[in-house]
């Protein structure tokens, strides 16, 4: 009898144990890997503080290997808005990826002049759930494939300006969210 007990508790545990393995609502997504890649990239590059590293030229600002990020806030101390995240050379120095938030990604291939970064429209969405702004995106695929949508230019070491040869894109991108305006004038290094 008190093997059959012994038998059948080890049963359970196992069952639960492997259940427990099985379970897929714990793993990271790629958008979940990358922010917490960035975050202890930065918090590991405290040292080198980012306002102390002049960036001179638009190369500077891709192949920067601190993994900063350029965004504009908006608001006040306590209502601060936010607009989307550019990331160069994350993972991959011929392209940006642009963080809409921590669980919606997406890669856009870029190309350099002597002044100017282009951001190609091409996107690859790496998003946990069907944001708007991922619907706006798939809707807007083919229409601008291959085509500039996005040219900044370095203004300082601190500071992107940002122009939109498809202002429509740009309009109908940014109504996606209520609270927030993902493509701006500007966009600034994060000294937060």
Request: aromatic residues 12%.
């Amino acid at each position: 009898m008190k093997i059959k007990k012994v038998v059948t508790i080890l049963g359970f545990i196992f069952t639960i144990s492997l259940l427990t393995f099985c379970d897929n609502t714990n793993r990271k997504t790629d958008a979940e890997i990358k922010t917490e890649t960035i975050d202890s990239v930065s918090n590991k590059n405290e040292d080198f503080s980012i306002s102390n590293r002049k960036r001179k030229t638009i190369s500077d600002v891709v192949n920067n290997t601190y993994k900063s990020k350029w965004l504009n806030i908006s608001g006040d101390t306590l209502n601060q808005i936010y607009s989307a995240f550019l990331h160069f050379n994350l993972e991959n120095k011929d392209e940006v990826d642009i963080e809409f938030s921590p669980e919606c990604w997406s890669s856009f291939p870029l190309t350099l002049t002597d002044s100017t970064i282009q951001v190609i429209w091409n996107p690859k969405i790496d998003s946990k759930y069907d944001f708007e702004i991922v619907k706006k995106i798939k809707k807007n695929l083919t229409k601008y494939q291959n085509k500039t949508f996005i040219i900044l230019t370095l203004i300082n070491d601190t500071t992107l300006n940002a122009t939109y040869p498809y202002s429509s894109l740009i309009n109908e991108l940014n109504k996606s969210d209520k609270d927030r305006i993902f493509f701006t004038k500007s966009f600034n290094i994060d000294k937060r």
